[in-house]
């Protein structure tokens, strides 16, 4: 029997699709070595989440809300987690991949002793024990690996598994809150530089109009962003064009920018580094807009344009405005 707890911080009580994506990989490997999944959640105001988070199918939902919460600091949210963990039956703790994650779940797993997984992509099962697919190298690989710990951390990349469709009331169950440990004390929270954007969460949007070194300066976006905007998408930016200062970095897709997996990926002056496709080949279509025939872009892309995006893509906004009337 393998019980399973989430771990998700909520900021601003927004609830992101990847907790249902995490619920989805938790489900599939509850059922693979019998057990349920429970979710805690961590924040200093879940008022507005815990209803909407009662319905991603887990047996319980732990609430764990202070007003220092907020800030996701690993030294302060690690011994949360811990404390929930061990005081459970759980086998495995897991959390959907992102920055935060990053942070607080290789400190938890050290807290505990235990093996970690991250960015995991695929899930088997076997005489007991889980198999986890990573990406290694860029993505150019992905390894198998098993963890030998009584307790499995794991992060997953929601892109890769089809979030489930909320359903159903969990109950839900406030944890104390312990102090924070003497190291967390030592932290000062200096801030959070939130990119505000009324388009949808680029790592959730279902397209992506992404734009690179080939947009030449940032006034040159505007046109992205009109595209983007009558689609309804996201805006991206390759490294390239994220460290010209074209764009904020928080819209850097790529190895070390943001995983997407889109219906639709709109590259526009993108050359298609490995690293930058490793961020999003798991994207449905891919269309790529380059004057440059040879661009390795091409390769990847569903649909190839070879021309001047500065001609191309008002065209193209054009043609979809005309279309929608
Ligand atoms: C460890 C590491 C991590 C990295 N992580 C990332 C990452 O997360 N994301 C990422 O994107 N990169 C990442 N990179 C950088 C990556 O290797 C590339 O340098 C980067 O992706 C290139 O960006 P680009 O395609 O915009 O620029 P370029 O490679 O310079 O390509 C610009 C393209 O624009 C085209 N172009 C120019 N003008 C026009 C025009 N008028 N019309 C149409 N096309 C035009 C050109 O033909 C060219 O193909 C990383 C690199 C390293 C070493």
Redesign the pocket.
Known sequence: MSNILIVIHVTDNEVKKSVFSAAAFAKQAAAFAGGSYSLLAIGSDLSGATAKLATAGAAKVYTAQAPDLGNALAERLAPIIEQVLLAGSFKMVVSPASSVAKDVMPRLAARIGAGMASEVVGLSFDAGRFTYLRPMYAGNVNGAVQIDTPIEVVTIRPTEFEALAPSGTSPVETVAVPAPEPVAAKIEYLGFEKAVSTRPDLAEAAIVVSG???M?AKENFVILEELADLLGAAVGA????VDSGFIHNDF??????KIVAPNLYIA??????L??VA?MKSSRVVVA????EE?P?FQIADYGLV????KAVPELTAAVRALKG
Do not use: E, Y
Request: proline share 0%.
């Open positions: 690179g070194r080939g030449k390759s490294r390239a064009a850097q897709v790529g190895q070390t920018g526009c002056g993108i050359s298609g580094a690293q930058h961020g807009i380059n004057k440059d661009a872009i021309a001047d995006l500065f």
